[in-house]
């Protein structure tokens, strides 16, 4: 059972943090697809999402997460306790923290297209186009 910051006996709390894994996991999900990444980052990825994806199956299956870590000592008490998919999301958070940014593969953003086509459409037209326009016609001026 969680006793960490986000444990409530409201069952809308359960949602709310059900919603945020979800949120997180689908917006690191899009962000790898759009950009090129190492291997070691779609691996630190992965770790992310799984740990996310974990503590919300625990929470639609048992309406908790059950921590069941605790790294004490002798003479020393933690009072922090934790479970395998928090141990994953740190690694992957972790691991997506040392990575440099990537750059873009396979869809451009919105507005990059829109100021492409722009440019395009502004361009003047000059007998070089025109040259162009006509050998690729097959018209002869």
Request: hydrophobic share 50%; aromatic share 12%.
């Amino acid at each position: 059972m969680n006793f960490g910051l986000f444990s409530s006996d409201v069952n809308l709390m359960r949602w709310v943090l059900i919603a945020v894994a979800a949120a997180v996991c689908i917006w690191v999900w899009v962000w790898l697809r759009r950009t090129e990444h190492s291997k070691f980052a779609q691996v630190a990825a992965g770790f992310l999402i799984g740990g996310a994806l974990g503590n919300v199956i625990d929470r639609i299956a048992y309406g908790a997460v059950a921590d069941f870590l605790n790294m004490s000592l002798p003479n020393w008490q933690n009072p922090y306790s934790f479970n395998v998919a928090d141990i994953a999301i740190f690694i992957g958070a972790f691991g997506l923290f040392l990575q440099p940014p990537a750059k873009k593969r396979r869809w451009q953003s919105f507005a990059q297209s829109r100021s492409v086509a722009r440019s395009q459409a502004t361009r003047p037209v000059t007998r070089r186009t025109n040259d162009a326009r006509r050998a690729q016609t097959g018209v002869r001026g």
